[in-house]
Nanobody, 127 residues
Framework: QVQLFESGGEWMQPGGSLRLSCVAP????????MAWFRQSPGKDREFVAA????????SYKNSLKGRFTISRDNAANTLNLQMMRLTPDDTAVYYC????????????????????WGQGTQVTVSA
């Protein structure tokens, strides 16, 4: 069992930046394919970004490329999501997810490929 804990979500005004983090006590995140998903009220959960197991290869939701950056700090054993130029459309609960599989790029956005999920952290973007 892998327990994931997200942090960093808060209220932010449009145009601002936030950095989300995810930790898994007792587990080496580099051994898992890691991802961020988000869910807004009334909408389905959607893929945000992923980083492959054992590498720093990343994948993003197309519309978020250039604004969001996923990274894994192996020394700190932390998964991060740097979010810039936030808009109200970024308001959502953000979830960290881990897969024991070495996923191919085309599968990274499929939430059914992920075995473990955090409880989520709320990001609210408003004036």
């Amino acid at each position: 069992q892998v327990q994931l804990f997200e942090s960093g979500g808060e209220w932010m005004q449009p145009g601002g930046s936030l950095r989300l983090s995810c930790v898994a006590p007792g587990r080496a995140l580099r051994d898992y394919t890691m991802a961020w998903f988000r869910q807004s009220p009334g909408k389905d959960r959607e893929f945000v970004a992923a980083i492959k197991r054992g590498s720093h290869m990343t994948s993003y939701k197309n519309s978020l490329k250039g604004r969001f950056t996923i990274s894994r700090d192996n020394a700190a054993n932390t998964l991060n999501l740097q979010m810039m130029r936030l808009t109200p459309d970024d308001t959502a609960v953000y979830y960290c997810a881990a897969s024991t599989r070495g996923l191919i790029t085309s599968s990274l956005a499929d939430d059914e490929q992920y075995d473990y999920w955090g409880q989520g952290t709320q990001v609210t973007v408003s004036a």
